[in-house]
């Protein structure tokens, strides 16, 4: 379960300060499929840095499963955002140079996971996302946008993550792959039990979460 209590970030602006996030409360149980939606600079990908530890919170608190994220010393927050939150950008932010497996075993490399396993388990969620055939294939030059989002959908789950946080994941794809996109991730909440938080601009792909939050003037409503 994510629990989020009261949280709020202020960034200094002029003489004063501005508030993007100005108390938002909510909480998912696990294995939720959720939306952040809200116009643009309403805050969400301020939310989302200090619920994935990024940045931290000006005040309030972030519980996962019991653990309040926001009083932890700087170690214990590196290891909680390397092992409990897989993240998913719109840019895909994957390693050219690496192969989709390559890709999907490196963050299982930092958390320590032996080789056969790393292969093992990345070849399966790479099996999931429908990559079977271009496991070997480097980013850069032979996967599409839509491919390239799969892998890193698949590098996000890497490590069974209790979150996976994902911003605007469909922002560069066209209509038919972005719900594709959607699609997979929904399956994907339910077969590992991750709870997902996506933000996005389109309301077609929020109608199929399950959870809508709504971000404006800092506070989130529940559409
Ligand atoms: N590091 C920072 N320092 C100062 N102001 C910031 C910082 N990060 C974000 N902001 C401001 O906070 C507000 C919210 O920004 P944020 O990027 O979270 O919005 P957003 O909803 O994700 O927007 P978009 O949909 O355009 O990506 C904006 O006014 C932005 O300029």
Same mark, same amino acid.
């Given at each position: 379960?994510?629990?989020?209590?009261?949280?709020?970030?202020?960034?200094?602006?002029?003489?004063?300060?501005?508030?993007?996030?100005?108390?938002?409360?909510?909480?998912?149980?696990?294995?939720?499929?959720?939306?952040?939606?809200?116009?643009?600079?309403?805050?969400?990908?301020?939310?989302?840095?200090?619920?994935?530890?990024?940045?931290?919170?000006?005040?309030?608190?972030?519980?996962?499963?019991?653990?309040?994220?926001?009083?932890?010393? !700087?170690?214990?927050?590196?290891?909680?955002?390397?092992?409990?939150?897989?993240?998913?950008?719109?840019?895909?932010?994957?390693?050219?140079?690496?192969?989709? $497996?390559?890709?999907?075993?490196?963050?299982?490399?930092?958390?320590?996971?032996?080789?056969?396993?790393?292969?093992?388990?990345?070849?399966?969620?790479?099996?999931?996302?429908?990559?079977?055939?271009?496991?070997?294939?480097? !980013?850069?030059? %032979?996967?599409?946008?839509?491919?390239?989002?799969?892998?890193?959908?698949?590098?996000? $789950?890497?490590? %069974? !993550?209790?979150?996976?946080?994902?911003?605007?994941?469909?922002?560069?794809?066209?209509?038919?792959?972005?719900?594709?996109?959607?699609? $997979?991730? %929904?399956?994907?909440?339910?077969?590992?039990?991750?709870?997902?938080?996506?933000?996005?601009?389109?309301?077609?792909?929020?109608?199929?979460?399950?959870?809508?939050?709504?971000?404006?003037?800092?506070?989130?409503?529940?559409?």
């Amino acid at each position: 379960m994510l629990e989020v209590r009261n949280v709020v970030k202020e960034f200094p602006s002029g003489d004063g300060v501005i508030r993007p996030v100005n108390g938002a409360t909510f909480s998912l149980p696990q294995g939720t499929f959720a939306a952040i939606l809200g116009r643009s600079g309403s805050g969400k990908s301020t939310l989302l840095s200090i619920l994935g530890a990024l940045d931290t919170a000006t005040s309030g608190d972030v519980v996962m499963d019991g653990t309040n994220i926001s009083q932890l010393p !700087p170690g214990r927050l590196t290891e909680y955002r390397r092992r409990d939150i897989g993240f998913v950008f719109q840019q895909y932010n994957l390693i050219p140079n690496l192969s989709a $497996l390559e890709n999907v075993m490196l963050p299982m490399e930092f958390a320590g996971v032996g080789k056969a396993e790393r292969m093992a388990r990345a070849a399966a969620l790479l099996n999931e996302v429908e990559l079977t055939e271009e496991l070997h294939q480097r !980013p850069a030059n %032979r996967l599409s946008g839509g491919q390239q989002q799969r892998v890193s959908i698949a590098r996000a $789950l890497a490590n %069974r !993550p209790r979150l996976v946080l994902a911003d605007e994941p469909t922002g560069n794809l066209d209509e038919e792959t972005g719900e594709l996109i959607i699609e $997979l991730l %929904r399956n994907l909440a339910q077969q590992e039990n991750t709870t997902i938080l996506v933000v996005t601009h389109d309301q077609a792909l929020a109608a199929k979460t399950d959870r809508r939050l709504r971000l404006a003037r800092g506070t989130l409503t529940e559409e």
